[in-house]
């Protein structure tokens, strides 16, 4: 599996709600970075956890990815693109849009994130 197909996983995963097969994919320090290079969490559960708890209170009505970009340096991929969402929460609809950018690590012929920044 390339960079760009881990990434594609991973976003499956969270929206399909199969947290748990986020595991494979997450150093188990990964670092989360938000606007102004905030830290928003650190860790494999934190970062499991964050899209867990936003799938518990959220209803996603429309999700597009596109801009992709995977940047391979040696054991090292930088996986960028764009979002667009539409989500339902507290009976409240909600549409917004952002960047995110996965840093990756080749290991044992899979890439695992060990950094997520994410511009909304």
């Known amino acids: 599996m390339d960079a760009r197909q881990t990434l594609d996983s991973i976003n499956a995963a969270w929206r399909d709600k199969r947290f748990d097969d986020l595991n494979q994919y997450f150093d188990e320090n990964i670092v989360m970075r938000g606007p102004g290079l905030k830290e928003l969490g ?12 936003f799938m518990a209170r959220s209803t996603v009505l429309a999700y597009q990815e596109s801009n992709h970009s995977v940047d391979v340096i040696q054991t090292t991929a930088v996986a960028c693109f764009d979002w667009s969402m539409t989500w339902e929460q507290n009976g409240k609809r909600e549409s917004g849009k952002g960047q995110d950018m ?18 909304f």
């Open 42 to 53: 650190r860790g494999r559960a934190a970062a499991i956890q964050s899209y867990a708890d």
């Open 102 to 119: 996965f840093v990756f690590e080749l290991r044992d012929s899979k890439w695992i994130a060990v950094f997520r920044l994410m511009l």
